[in-house]
Protein backbone atom coordinates (compact mmCIF):
# COMPACT_ATOMS: atom_id res chain seq x y z
CA UNK A 1 0.00 0.00 0.00
CA UNK A 2 1.45 3.19 -0.68
CA UNK A 3 -0.63 6.73 -0.36
CA UNK A 4 1.40 9.45 0.04
CA UNK A 5 -1.92 11.25 0.98
CA UNK A 6 -2.63 9.21 4.05
CA UNK A 7 -2.30 11.50 6.92
CA UNK A 8 -1.76 10.59 10.26
CA UNK A 9 -2.39 12.73 13.69
CA UNK A 10 -0.42 12.05 16.80
CA UNK A 11 -0.98 14.66 19.84
CA UNK A 12 1.85 14.57 22.31
CA UNK A 13 2.32 16.12 25.32
CA UNK A 14 6.01 14.54 25.67
CA UNK A 15 5.16 11.64 27.50
CA UNK A 16 6.58 7.96 27.29
CA UNK A 17 3.41 6.98 25.93
CA UNK A 18 2.67 10.06 23.08
CA UNK A 19 6.40 9.15 22.17
CA UNK A 20 5.21 4.82 21.78
CA UNK A 21 2.57 6.59 19.68
CA UNK A 22 4.82 8.28 17.59
CA UNK A 23 7.06 5.49 17.23
CA UNK A 24 3.92 3.77 15.82
CA UNK A 25 2.80 5.99 13.49
CA UNK A 26 6.53 6.41 11.90
CA UNK A 27 5.83 2.78 11.71
CA UNK A 28 2.75 3.35 9.56
CA UNK A 29 4.06 6.25 7.98
CA UNK A 30 7.26 3.88 6.67
CA UNK A 31 4.66 1.13 5.42
CA UNK A 32 2.20 3.00 2.91
CA UNK A 33 4.59 6.60 2.83
CA UNK A 34 2.26 8.58 4.88
CA UNK A 35 2.20 12.38 6.43
CA UNK A 36 2.69 12.84 10.01
CA UNK A 37 1.60 15.41 12.06
CA UNK A 38 2.64 16.31 15.97
CA UNK A 39 0.04 17.98 17.39
CA UNK A 40 0.40 19.96 21.24
CA UNK A 41 -2.71 21.22 22.92
CA UNK A 42 -1.73 23.76 25.30
CA UNK A 43 -5.13 23.74 27.27
CA UNK A 44 -5.90 27.34 28.80
CA UNK A 45 -7.19 28.10 32.10
CA UNK A 46 -10.63 29.60 32.55
CA UNK A 47 -11.23 32.65 34.95
CA UNK A 48 -8.39 34.31 37.16
CA UNK A 49 -6.50 30.98 36.58
CA UNK A 50 -6.41 32.25 32.82
CA UNK A 51 -4.52 35.50 33.99
CA UNK A 52 -1.84 34.00 36.17
CA UNK A 53 0.75 34.45 33.32
CA UNK A 54 1.47 37.80 31.30
CA UNK A 55 1.91 37.66 27.88
CA UNK A 56 5.61 37.80 27.39
CA UNK A 57 5.41 34.45 29.66
CA UNK A 58 2.86 32.95 27.59
CA UNK A 59 5.01 33.66 24.48
CA UNK A 60 8.01 32.43 26.24
CA UNK A 61 6.21 28.88 27.06
CA UNK A 62 4.82 28.86 23.79
CA UNK A 63 8.12 29.14 22.22
CA UNK A 64 9.65 26.09 24.55
CA UNK A 65 6.82 24.46 23.39
CA UNK A 66 7.50 24.70 19.63
CA UNK A 67 11.24 24.38 20.13
CA UNK A 68 10.02 21.01 21.86
CA UNK A 69 7.78 20.12 18.84
CA UNK A 70 10.53 21.00 15.91
CA UNK A 71 13.43 19.10 17.84
CA UNK A 72 11.28 15.76 18.63
CA UNK A 73 10.20 16.10 14.76
CA UNK A 74 13.99 16.51 13.43
CA UNK A 75 15.24 13.97 15.53
CA UNK A 76 12.73 11.48 13.76
CA UNK A 77 12.96 13.03 10.07
CA UNK A 78 16.87 12.68 10.18
CA UNK A 79 16.53 9.12 11.56
CA UNK A 80 13.45 7.84 9.02
CA UNK A 81 13.80 10.14 6.49
CA UNK A 82 10.21 11.10 6.92
CA UNK A 83 8.93 14.46 7.02
CA UNK A 84 7.06 14.91 10.27
CA UNK A 85 4.64 18.54 10.64
CA UNK A 86 3.79 19.74 14.19
CA UNK A 87 1.43 22.22 15.25
CA UNK A 88 0.69 23.94 18.86
CA UNK A 89 -3.34 24.84 19.46
CA UNK A 90 -5.13 26.56 22.22
CA UNK A 91 -7.94 25.75 23.48
CA UNK A 92 -9.55 25.40 27.05
CA UNK A 93 -10.95 21.61 25.37
CA UNK A 94 -7.95 19.32 24.66
CA UNK A 95 -9.37 16.30 23.29
CA UNK A 96 -12.09 19.37 21.91
CA UNK A 97 -9.08 20.44 19.91
CA UNK A 98 -7.54 17.59 18.69
CA UNK A 99 -11.05 16.87 16.86
CA UNK A 100 -11.33 19.87 15.61
CA UNK A 101 -8.14 19.72 14.28
CA UNK A 102 -8.38 16.50 13.15
CA UNK A 103 -11.26 17.08 11.09
CA UNK A 104 -10.49 20.70 10.02
CA UNK A 105 -6.81 19.24 7.91
CA UNK A 106 -8.83 15.84 6.72
CA UNK A 107 -6.75 13.18 8.81
CA UNK A 108 -6.88 9.71 8.25
CA UNK A 109 -6.03 8.12 11.85
CA UNK A 110 -5.25 9.19 14.93
CA UNK A 111 -3.16 7.71 17.42
CA UNK A 112 -2.76 8.63 20.74
CA UNK A 113 -1.27 7.57 23.80
CA UNK A 114 -3.98 6.16 26.21
CA UNK A 115 -3.60 8.13 29.27
CA UNK A 116 -3.66 7.06 32.72
CA UNK A 117 -6.53 6.64 35.93
CA UNK A 118 -5.41 6.88 39.38
CA UNK A 119 -7.62 5.45 42.72
CA UNK A 120 -5.49 5.80 45.72
CA UNK A 121 -2.75 6.50 44.01
CA UNK A 122 -2.30 3.49 42.06
CA UNK A 123 -2.93 3.26 38.55
CA UNK A 124 -5.64 1.33 37.44
CA UNK A 125 -5.99 -0.28 33.53
CA UNK A 126 -8.92 2.07 32.14
CA UNK A 127 -8.24 4.31 29.44
CA UNK A 128 -7.92 8.41 30.37
CA UNK A 129 -10.55 11.10 29.81
CA UNK A 130 -8.85 12.71 27.07
CA UNK A 131 -8.20 9.43 25.15
CA UNK A 132 -11.84 8.23 25.76
CA UNK A 133 -13.98 11.10 24.31
CA UNK A 134 -11.37 11.01 21.48
CA UNK A 135 -11.88 7.51 21.42
CA UNK A 136 -15.90 8.09 21.22
CA UNK A 137 -16.35 11.41 19.22
CA UNK A 138 -13.44 10.96 16.51
CA UNK A 139 -15.21 10.62 13.12
CA UNK A 140 -11.80 8.55 11.88
CA UNK A 141 -10.05 5.32 13.19
CA UNK A 142 -8.21 5.70 17.01
CA UNK A 143 -5.34 3.73 17.97
CA UNK A 144 -4.60 4.07 21.50
CA UNK A 145 -0.94 3.42 23.05
CA UNK A 146 -0.33 1.70 26.16
CA UNK A 147 3.08 1.39 27.54
CA UNK A 148 6.43 -0.18 26.46
CA UNK A 149 4.68 -3.75 26.32
CA UNK A 150 2.98 -2.67 23.44
CA UNK A 151 4.08 -4.39 20.07
CA UNK A 152 4.35 -1.89 17.19
CA UNK A 153 3.61 -4.86 14.99
CA UNK A 154 -0.48 -4.73 14.76
CA UNK A 155 -1.04 -8.91 14.00
CA UNK A 156 -4.69 -9.10 14.80
CA UNK A 157 -7.82 -6.74 14.99
CA UNK A 158 -10.76 -7.50 16.92
CA UNK A 159 -13.88 -6.03 15.34
CA UNK A 160 -17.06 -6.22 17.25
CA UNK A 161 -20.38 -5.81 15.29
CA UNK A 162 -24.05 -4.65 16.21
CA UNK A 163 -26.74 -3.87 13.62
CA UNK A 164 -26.16 -0.01 13.57
CA UNK A 165 -25.11 1.58 10.92
CA UNK A 166 -22.12 3.02 12.55
CA UNK A 167 -20.48 0.02 13.71
CA UNK A 168 -20.76 -1.26 10.01
CA UNK A 169 -19.15 1.55 8.60
CA UNK A 170 -16.15 0.79 11.29
CA UNK A 171 -15.35 -2.14 8.43
CA UNK A 172 -13.63 -0.16 6.06
CA UNK A 173 -11.53 1.23 8.83
CA UNK A 174 -10.60 -2.15 10.01
CA UNK A 175 -9.87 -2.85 6.33
CA UNK A 176 -7.82 0.40 6.05
CA UNK A 177 -5.65 -0.30 9.24
CA UNK A 178 -5.53 -4.22 8.48
CA UNK A 179 -4.03 -3.82 4.97
CA UNK A 180 -1.32 -1.28 6.41
CA UNK A 181 -0.28 -3.48 9.30
CA UNK A 182 -1.05 -6.97 7.07
CA UNK A 183 -3.03 -7.83 10.17
CA UNK A 184 -5.98 -10.43 10.28
CA UNK A 185 -9.41 -9.12 11.64
CA UNK A 186 -11.16 -10.91 14.63
CA UNK A 187 -14.99 -10.51 13.39
CA UNK A 188 -17.22 -10.59 17.01
CA UNK A 189 -21.12 -10.12 17.73
CA UNK A 190 -22.46 -9.90 20.71
CA UNK A 191 -25.89 -11.80 21.85
CA UNK A 192 -27.37 -10.60 24.93
CA UNK A 193 -30.16 -12.08 27.37
CA UNK A 194 -32.66 -9.77 25.63
CA UNK A 195 -31.40 -11.03 22.15
CA UNK A 196 -34.69 -12.40 20.22
CA UNK A 197 -35.20 -15.05 17.27
CA UNK A 198 -35.21 -12.27 14.81
CA UNK A 199 -32.34 -10.33 15.75
CA UNK A 200 -30.23 -13.60 16.27
CA UNK A 201 -30.83 -14.04 12.18
CA UNK A 202 -29.71 -10.74 11.39
CA UNK A 203 -26.80 -10.49 13.21
CA UNK A 204 -25.94 -14.36 11.40
CA UNK A 205 -26.71 -12.60 8.13
CA UNK A 206 -24.79 -9.69 8.94
CA UNK A 207 -22.06 -11.42 9.97
CA UNK A 208 -21.91 -13.60 7.03
CA UNK A 209 -21.65 -10.55 4.52
CA UNK A 210 -18.83 -8.83 6.48
CA UNK A 211 -17.11 -12.02 6.42
CA UNK A 212 -17.03 -12.32 2.48
CA UNK A 213 -17.15 -8.55 2.35
CA UNK A 214 -13.50 -8.88 4.22
CA UNK A 215 -12.12 -11.51 2.22
CA UNK A 216 -12.41 -10.03 -0.91
CA UNK A 217 -10.03 -7.28 -0.06
CA UNK A 218 -7.66 -10.16 0.56
CA UNK A 219 -7.94 -9.32 4.39
CA UNK A 220 -7.80 -12.97 6.14
CA UNK A 221 -10.52 -12.87 9.18
CA UNK A 222 -12.64 -15.15 11.32
CA UNK A 223 -15.67 -14.76 13.29
CA UNK A 224 -17.03 -15.73 16.23
CA UNK A 225 -21.13 -14.71 17.60
CA UNK A 226 -20.61 -14.95 21.65
CA UNK A 227 -23.97 -15.50 23.95
CA UNK A 228 -23.11 -12.94 26.31
CA UNK A 229 -25.61 -14.58 28.69
CA UNK A 230 -25.44 -11.48 31.04
CA UNK A 231 -25.59 -6.82 30.41
CA UNK A 232 -21.66 -7.53 30.77
CA UNK A 233 -20.87 -7.17 26.70
CA UNK A 234 -17.50 -5.82 27.09
CA UNK A 235 -16.10 -8.97 28.98
CA UNK A 236 -17.07 -11.15 26.72
CA UNK A 237 -15.28 -9.07 24.12
CA UNK A 238 -12.10 -9.07 26.23
CA UNK A 239 -12.12 -12.25 27.03
CA UNK A 240 -11.44 -13.03 23.55
Known amino acids: MDNKDFKILVPTDFSEQSNLALHQAIHFANIIKAQVTLLYVLQEKKGILGSIFNKPQEKTFDNAIIEK ?19 LEHSTSIHGSILEYSNKNNFDIIIIGKGS ?44 LDLSKETR ?7 KIAKISKAKINVISILDKDSNKESTIKVQIQMKQ ?31
Open 210 to 240: VITFIKKQGVDCSSSIIDSKNDNDHKAIINR
Open 117 to 160: IFENGEEIPSIGSNAAKIVRHSKIPVITIGNSGHSIDIRSILLP
Open 169 to 175: QKVNWAL
Open 69 to 87: LKEQSQTYNNKHKLKIDYQ
